[in-house]
């Protein structure tokens, strides 16, 4: 009776399958953006908000590339709307079905107001670029 009690201890003190370890960093990365066949073919747009920031503040946001289409991708280079953008990513193959962190960092310095920045990520499988649209209210 008591290892029945014990295991039932167990089963319900426990989140789940995944290791603590493991569930954080899966949080710490971020959304997940898939970049499917059609995505590269005629491109793909998401929002990244920052919410409210402080000016001179700089906010971090991570998001993870999931490559879903058939072919390897490259992220070859960026293009900003704003020098206060810094994305920090891996310049490797992304095979089908890997993903990658991508690090966006938004300098606040300067800024005042509703913000709305633009990054474009290019790859090497495509001529249309990865929009990613960069929103906060600074103060």
């Not at 569930?23 to 747009?45: F, V």
């Not at 490797?92 to 633009?118: A, C, H, N, Y």
Request: proline residues 6%; glycine residues 6%; hydrophobic residues 35%.
């Amino acid at each position: 009776m008591r290892s029945i009690a014990c295991l039932l201890l167990v089963a319900l003190l426990a989140p789940g399958c995944t290791p603590r370890k493991a569930r954080l960093a899966s949080q710490a990365a971020g959304p997940e953006l898939r970049l499917t066949d059609s995505a590269l073919r005629c491109g793909i747009s998401d929002t990244l908000r920052f919410g409210r920031l402080y000016e001179g503040e700089s906010g971090v946001r991570r998001i993870r590339l999931q490559n879903a289409s058939s072919q390897t991708i490259v992220l070859t280079h960026h293009e900003l709307s704003c020098h206060c953008i810094d994305p920090v990513y891996e310049r490797r193959p992304l095979r089908p079905e890997e993903s990658m962190p991508v690090e966006i960092r938004f300098d606040t310095r300067g800024e005042r107001g509703w913000q709305m920045k633009l990054l474009k990520l290019y790859t090497s499988e495509s001529q249309q670029p990865i929009r990613l649209f960069i929103e906060a209210e600074v103060e």
